[in-house]
């Protein structure tokens, strides 16, 4: 089947410009991760959805950032007001239920310039 | 709060050459850990993981860990290198029923 799909694969905004990117998630799992990997690192976690709620919102680096997800299917993450700091790739991953077993999207490589 | 160190940010074997990929980890309780690989332009796949069953875990493509707790460690091991070996592999310890820490990753080179 399907597996976890983002978009835009690549994205090149300037500073101070609002971004959105998608995820859509495998059909059927209720659980929607956020992930950041800036080079050289491993990823850093920034939200996790059950459903169309966010219990845990914790490592979002900044209010600049924001997430939603709705319909239990695709979720959106926005970034406002892009700095430098923020260019990295954007992983987006899902579960059945909450688990640590999560299947990963592609990613979508930010670059702010 | 759990972490994970990956020794080596680069490794390179010669193909057919055994594979080291060194992980350690500190946990205040028993962790879940898992290694998953990263191919060029690829998304993230779950290679192994041991969530204390048995310590020497099985995964795909002939990779192997083995669970030290003593050593706190968790190495990814292939016997014979293969060309479609060469990827980014990272090391990951749990730390929620959800989160998970991950360490910086391992470049693997594989000479031909």
């Known amino acids: 089947g399907a597996g976890v799909s983002q978009s835009p694969s690549n994205k090149v905004t300037e500073k101070g410009k609002d971004v959105e990117l998608r995820c859509d998630p495998i059909?059927?799992?209720?659980?929607l991760y956020w992930y950041r990997q800036s080079l050289g690192q491993g990823l850093e976690f920034l939200i996790y959805?059950?459903?169309?709620?966010?219990?845990?919102k914790s490592g979002l680096p900044s209010d600049r950032f924001s997430a939603e997800r709705t319909g239990g299917s695709v979720s959106t993450l926005t970034i406002q007001r892009t700095q430098q700091e923020d260019s990295a790739v954007y992983l987006c991953a899902s579960s059945l239920g909450t688990s640590w077993e999560q299947y990963f999207g592609p990613g979508t490589r930010l670059t702010v310039t | 709060a759990q972490s994970v160190t990956q020794l080596d940010s680069h490794v390179s074997v010669s193909e057919g050459t055994p594979v080291l990929l060194r992980c350690n980890y500190s946990s205040s309780y028993s962790p879940s850990l898992f290694w998953y690989v990263q191919h060029p332009n690829k998304g993230l796949q779950l290679l192994l993981k041991?969530?204390?069953?048995a310590t020497l875990v099985k995964g795909i493509n002939g990779f192997e860990a083995e669970f030290k707790k003593s050593e706190t460690s968790f190495h990814l091991t292939k016997p014979s290198a293969h060309m479609s070996d060469a990827a980014e592999y990272f090391c990951v310890v749990t730390q929620s029923n959800y989160q998970l820490i991950w360490g910086a990753g391992t470049k693997l080179i594989i000479k031909p």
């Open positions: 059909s059927g799992h209720t659980a």
């Open positions: 959805f059950q459903g169309n709620s966010a219990p845990d």
């Open positions: 041991y969530t204390s069953a």
